[in-house]
C-alpha cells in the first residue's frame, strides 16, 4: 500500500462481526470509521471522507442497498 492513508466506512450491525472486520481492517493500515445502522452510516458519511464503504445488505430499518442509493 502507498504512503496515503485509506479511509473505509464499515457499516454492519453485529457488534461481533463489525469489530472483527475493523480489527481486520486496522491491522493492515487502514482508517475505519463504522456503523451500526444504516442511519448511522448516512451520517457518518456526511462527515467523514470515506474512500470506500463496506456495508451489510440486511441492515435493521434501511437496507444496505438503500443506504447506497441515497449515498450516489
Known sequence: MSG???NILLVED???LRAGT???LVQRGFTVLTAAS???ALEQFAEADAD???IDIMLPGM???E???QIR
Open 4 to 6: 496515503r492513508v485509506v
Open 14 to 16: 453485529e457488534p461481533t
Open 22 to 24: 475493523e480489527q481486520f
Open 38 to 40: 444504516g442511519e448511522e
Open 52 to 54: 470506500a464503504i463496506i
Open 63 to 65: 437496507s444496505g442497498i
Open 67 to 69: 443506504v447506497l442509493h
